[in-house]
């Protein structure tokens, strides 16, 4: 599980300062180590690695063109991370866009609940077209990152309670349409014990 | 606090009980109501498995060495912009989900034909974008357009080294005897680096096909990326070009 916190802050700072004075070489370092975490981040919304990449390129662009404004309150990763975020959220609404109304339409009207043999990852890949945006882009920095809840709205620049928010709507929309995952999970809730570290 | 709330304000916590960063006092806390609350014992089990479900992202073939060289592109057609006016080369062509990001900076003004109200106007504007095209050439060779006047790409501008059939990088605790094994078994020797990035130009020893070696190289966990110096004949090759790199 990747935590903010696992991150060398100096060694991101110092980077970032470099890139600030238009160091390539230190903007090469850091697209190095954040490009497997993004790319990562990235991977759920669309399988083409071309348009991974654009996202993180873009990303990588604001940062070089934007280090000097960079303030030593946040954590660089946080900041990053956030710039990503914002990237992502707008071309994942450009291509919502550019979907015809009439696939639209007939994504809303099709069944969400895939095959019974699929596996939950599977599931939760059809159940993901019925989130919003923002909360599909909250719950993998929740659970394909490990972000905590600060962590989350420093990087979505969102206060703590929207981020709460989105993630209890986000479980709902899901349990209603997954209802048969839902109800694997309630037998199976009743059988086991909760208690413990998960 | 009333339970209403109290369950209420608890609930929204077990996204990240189940990822394992909430606080200890909220921790502990939450755990005490999940004693008490089967509701919220039903929505525990329902997060982990969306947790379970999230955890392994989708297969995706990491190549940070062409992505990272593109962006280059993407900031040397910047730099050439800022310093020449807006008649430069196409960065790159723009992808289906490219978000418009600095896009207002790195694509060039595209001039119409039918703006250029005279023939001779055209030939001026035309030496103009050569002029601007030639600067931008020797810029690009010699880094002077970059800011950092002394950086070289990883992957491209590099003068290469003569046979030079591969480079890549290896870890920086790679002792020399398991390079040199490494080397010998994939019929490659060193012919220049490590570069100030750390890259290795590599020629060939024998007569095996170069996408052999680069398979080989990239079996080893000491090699963090590999990379023809040319297209190889195998289909899709570049879509493997890059190897991870170290998180």
């Not at chain 1, 895939?114 to 929740?142: C, H, I, M």
């Not at chain 1, 972000?147 to 989350?152: D, F, Q, T, V």
């Not at chain 2, 339970?3 to 990240?16: D, F, G, P, R």
């Amino acid at each position: 599980m990747t935590s903010l916190a696992k991150t060398p802050p100096r060694a991101d700072r110092e980077l970032l300062r470099a890139v600030a004075d238009g160091d390539r070489r230190a903007l090469e370092e850091l697209y190095l180590g954040y490009h497997r975490r993004l790319a990562r981040f990235l991977s759920r919304f669309s399988p083409r690695y071309e348009l991974i990449e654009e996202v993180i390129n873009d990303t990588f662009l604001v940062v070089w063109q934007s280090a000097d404004r960079f303030r030593d309150a946040s954590q660089v990763s946080t900041w990053i991370m956030g710039i990503a975020y914002r990237t992502a959220l707008k071309s994942l609404r450009r291509q919502k866009h550019h979907q015809s109304a009439t696939s639209l339409e007939a994504a809303s009207e099709q069944s969400c609940e895939p095959a019974v043999e699929a596996e939950t990852r599977d599931w939760l890949q059809q159940g993901f077209k019925v989130l919003s945006e923002e909360q599909r882009l909250t719950l993998e920095l929740a659970y394909g990152l490990g972000y905590s809840l600060e962590e989350i709205a420093a990087v979505t620049e969102s206060p703590v309670g929207t981020v709460k928010a989105r993630m209890f709507h986000a479980r709902e929309k899901l349990r209603q349409c997954l209802p048969r995952l839902a109800g694997t999970v309630e037998e199976r809730a009743a059988d086991s014990s909760w208690a413990g570290v998960p | 606090m009333d339970s209403a709330s109290e369950h209420a304000e608890i609930n929204e916590l077990l996204s990240w009980y189940v990822n394992g960063t909430l606080e200890s006092r909220d921790r502990e806390r939450l755990e005490r109501h999940l004693a008490a609350c089967a509701l919220c014992r039903e929505d525990l089990a329902f997060e982990r498995t969306l947790a379970a479900g999230l955890a392994n992202a989708p297969a995706v073939e990491y190549m940070p060495a062409p992505s990272l060289r593109r962006l280059h592109e993407r900031l040397d057609a910047l730099a050439a912009d800022s310093a020449t006016g807006p008649a430069m080369p196409q960065a790159e062509p723009q992808a289906p989900m490219a978000t418009d990001v600095g896009r207002g900076q790195t694509a060039p003004a595209r001039v119409p034909h039918a703006r250029f109200a005279s023939r001779g106007l055209l030939a001026a504007s035309l030496a103009g974008v050569a002029l601007a095209l030639t600067y931008w050439v020797v810029a690009h060779l010699e880094g002077a357009a970059s800011p950092g006047a002394d950086y070289r790409t990883v992957t491209m501008n590099a003068p290469r080294a003569p046979r030079t059939v591969i480079r890549a990088v290896f870890a920086p605790n790679l002792s020399v005897g398991e390079l040199q094994r490494m080397l010998d078994d994939a019929g490659l020797r060193i012919v220049a680096g490590p570069t100030e990035a750390g890259v290795y130009s590599l020629a060939a020893t024998s007569s095996r096909p170069v996408s052999e070696s680069l398979a080989m190289l990239r079996q080893h966990e000491a090699v963090r990326f590999a990379e023809s110096t040319e297209p190889l004949a195998t289909p899709g090759a570049e879509a493997s070009a890059g190897s991870p790199p170290p998180d």
